[in-house]
């Protein structure tokens, strides 16, 4: 119950129904056990952009029909799948592996800031989208990565920012109501 407890979503009482399904349910349990070591055996992760899955290089990466021109830049996998369940970007990824945080002492040598400078380098993309988020963290690393592209001369973009579709103006954070107001552009 502890292990599930650690695993993002569960808090203490779901982990408990989970921990009781699993104990109830043999063939649910067995399932999930063949899986995980199926998962462990057979994922790997992309030594070229950083995304999982079963082939290396990914299947993203050896995609000919993708735009090869734009590379999208991204905190982590998860970031990386719900941009593909958009189906609004066909350009290529990149994921960083994490956000510069010095109070975690995360700083630009634990990302993989030289990995995406080499592929940039040899592949030829001309313009980079900053997908990371409005965190002070994600602004953070974007500044610098934005900084350490500078001489390459790649276009550098980053994510609009502002009020999400089918929300009120009185549910925004203050945050949220700031980004969208300098962010606003002409009908």
Not at 33 to 52: E, I, M, Y
Not at 123 to 130: A, D, F, P, R
């Amino acid at each position: 119950m502890r292990q599930l407890g650690q695993l993002p979503g569960f808090g203490p009482r779901s982990a408990r129904r989970a921990a009781l399904h699993l104990l109830l349910n043999a063939e649910v349990r067995e399932a999930l056990q063949d899986a995980l070591f199926t998962v462990g055996d057979q994922v790997r992760v992309c030594s070229v952009c950083g995304n999982v899955g079963i082939d290396d290089p990914c299947h993203i990466c050896t995609d000919t029909t993708r735009d090869g021109a734009t590379l999208c830049v991204v905190d982590g996998v998860a970031d990386l799948w719900a941009i593909e369940r958009s189906r609004a970007f066909r350009g290529k990824y990149h994921v960083l592996g994490g956000l510069l945080s010095a109070m975690e002492g995360v700083g630009p040598d634990d990302l993989r800031l030289s990995e995406l400078i080499t592929r940039l380098r040899t592949e030829g993309q001309t313009e980079v989208i900053l997908a990371l988020g409005a965190s002070v963290e994600a602004q953070t690393t974007a500044h610098v990565v934005a900084q350490k592209l500078k001489p390459l001369g790649v276009t550098v973009t980053g994510l609009a920012n502002g009020l999400p579709v089918g929300a009120g103006v009185d549910y925004m954070d203050d945050g949220t109501l700031n980004l969208a107001l300098a962010g606003r552009r002409p009908f």
